[in-house]
């Protein structure tokens, strides 16, 4: 195995002189301790590196430190960051606004906030090409259009005149690489840059990310939290914690053979396509056979058609005859790529969006015909929990507040038992109850989430729909959160639909899974069997797209 391996590393470059270099640096904000302690490391040219570590540890500060465009009070309070030779640690904003871009290119997280909504994007990338020096219109436009090529959009010259709005996730993403290698950088920073996208439209973007640079001789710094996407596209991985690097090593070293302990709890929480956790069955839960016999969910031949605008009348079939139930006590996931209908289905079976035909049940009951009351009473049986804690939670309420607001709003108890309802939550989710009188700003990402589902528990549902719930996370945190779902699936029997484009995490949470594919279901079974046995082409292509497979034991 560890020979197999080995094979699949791509050559490290010659040692030459580094084009990055940084020595020794250290990162404060105000008066505060420093943030980063003593960093240094290399960047050869034509390498690609990468920078892992949980949430906090200090991977987007260096970003920040050699960018020069670190948040609030922060400075480089010592050290140096030499590029080819000249110290950027005491550049001043005029020499600093000409390396970005043309010496050091950024291709940052969330296309949707890094793109300007109201420009086009042929108009974005003409921005960059400008401040390139680039003259002329026609010349320009040329210009623009062989960079979205490049990038992999096809139809460029008509896409040019579209606005971010009419691209999908990963075409967005594919404008932020367009953009950054506009003007040909040195040296390229990709921060987390398809944490957000399913596996298949993952892979794509890293696999233009990589042929471009590696046409270019461009270097690489790969900011991730996927130690998967770290070992297949990197020659080497610098893992951080706390501001500090704990371990620096190739792929295979650090995947296979991780020395310091941080980097034994990564690897240990990073799910892979072979990871088999001890899933909670019904039978495990004691739940009676009778209930057993009767699905908590029950999904027939669902349909949901979009009449799609300015299209003359044409109509887009999102979910097109899709059946399956739930065991009650069970985890059923629904996987695959963006616009498959997951989510759809999802919002139909919350009763956040109405079935064109078909019918959804929950316990016997009828969503899709259920109105007013029976609507409401429905409701309290399904919760949500949603990929994004810190935008589903209204940053102005307490989280008391948060977490007792479905109690309030379906009128049960008074303040009293309410207040004591909350504290009881917040022992369910592991959370001190002394967060209670907090604001969501002041709570980690893993600490928002456990909030989210404790605010989805208060009515004591009998299906939660966790819709990509831990998409967003750092692997140890999102460990955590999935040990937490066990947990309480164990001792509250609840039952989970689970909307994932993560297959290595569905992996090792569920118990049967659905295959989705342009709003048809293609695979349904046990995760074992669709995972060891897929039955339908596109299921293996998801399986072959999953990051780290080399290095999985």
């Known amino acids: 195995m560890q020979q197999d391996v080995e094979t699949t590393i791509r050559e490290a470059p010659a040692t030459t002189e580094p084009l990055l270099s940084v020595r020794d640096l250290e990162v404060s904000f105000g008066d505060a301790p420093p943030v980063l302690h003593g960093v240094s490391f290399d960047v050869q040219p034509g390498e690609r590196v990468a920078i892992v570590g949980q949430s906090g540890s200090g991977k987007s500060t260096i970003i920040g430190a050699i960018l020069r465009l670190l948040p609030g009070s922060g400075y480089i309070s010592a050290g140096s960051i030499l590029?080819?030779?000249?110290?950027?640690?005491?550049?001043?904003?005029?020499?600093m606004r000409a390396v970005r871009g043309s010496r050091i290119g950024l291709v940052p997280q969330d296309p949707a906030s890094n793109l300007n909504p109201a420009m086009k994007v042929g108009a974005q990338i003409a921005d960059a090409l400008v401040a390139h020096g680039v003259r002329g219109?026609?010349?320009?436009?040329?210009?623009?259009?062989?960079?979205?090529?490049?990038?992999?959009?096809?139809?460029?010259?008509?896409?040019?005149?579209?606005?971010?709005?009419?691209?999908?996730?990963?075409?967005?993403?594919?404008?932020?690489i367009a953009i950054a290698l506009a003007r040909e950088p040195e040296l390229l920073i990709a921060d987390e840059p398809t944490s957000a996208l399913d596996v298949t439209v993952q892979r794509q973007i890293l696999n233009h990310l990589q042929t471009l640079v590696e046409s270019r001789g461009t270097s690489l710094l790969f900011i991730t939290h996927d130690l998967g996407v770290a070992a297949d596209r990197t020659d080497r991985i610098i893992v951080m914690l706390d501001g500090n690097i704990v371990e620096t090593g190739t792929p295979a070293q650090i995947l296979l053979n991780p020395q310091h302990e941080y980097t034994r709890r990564l690897v240990a929480a990073a799910p892979t396509a072979t990871t088999v956790a001890a899933r909670a069955t019904a039978a495990e839960l004691g739940v009676a056979h009778k209930i057993l016999a009767e699905p908590i969910l029950v999904v027939e031949n669902l349909v949901k058609e979009f009449k799609l605008r300015g299209q003359h009348g044409s109509i887009l079939r999102a979910v097109d005859d899709v059946s399956f139930s739930i065991p009650r006590g069970t985890t059923t996931a629904i996987v695959g790529e963006s616009g498959s209908g997951k989510t759809t289905v999802a919002r139909i079976v919350l009763g956040l969006e109405q079935a064109t035909s078909g019918r959804a049940s929950i316990d016997g009951q009828t969503i899709t015909a259920s109105r007013g009351a029976e609507r409401a009473a429905l409701r309290r049986k399904v919760q949500p929990v949603f990929q994004d804690p810190y935008g589903s939670l209204d940053p102005t309420y307490s989280i008391e507040r948060l977490i007792d607001e479905p109690l309030r709003i379906f009128g049960v108890g008074n303040r009293a038992t309410r207040r004591d309802r909350v504290g009881e939550l917040l022992d369910q989710v592991a959370l001190p109850r002394a967060i209670a009188q907090r604001r969501p700003n002041e709570l980690s990402g893993g600490q928002r989430q456990r909030v989210a589902i404790a605010r989805a528990l208060a009515l004591d549902p009998e299906l939660l729909i966790c819709d990509e719930a831990v998409s967003a996370l750092d692997v140890l945190v999102q460990d955590q959160i999935l040990e937490?779902?066990?947990?309480?699936?164990?001792?509250?029997?609840?039952?989970?639909?689970?909307?994932?484009?993560?297959?290595?995490?569905?992996?090792?949470?569920?118990?049967?899974?659905?295959?989705?594919?342009?709003?048809?279901v293609v695979e349904n079974g046990s995760v074992d069997d669709v995972f060891a046995r897929p039955a339908a082409d596109y299921t293996r292509d998801l399986l072959g797209a999953i990051p780290g497979g080399a290095f999985a034991p």
């Open 83 to 95: 590029l080819d030779g000249e110290d950027l640690a005491p550049a001043g904003e005029k020499y």
């Open 484 to 520: 937490l779902l066990d947990s309480l699936q164990k001792r509250l029997g609840i039952s989970y639909l689970f909307i994932s484009h993560d297959l290595a995490v569905v992996r090792q949470i569920a118990n049967s899974v659905i295959v989705m594919k342009q709003g048809t």
């Open 137 to 176: 219109r026609d010349a320009v436009q040329r210009r623009v259009v062989e960079l979205m090529t490049e990038a992999g959009i096809p139809d460029a010259a008509r896409r040019a005149t579209q606005f971010p709005h009419e691209f999908s996730g990963g075409m967005r993403q594919r404008v932020l």
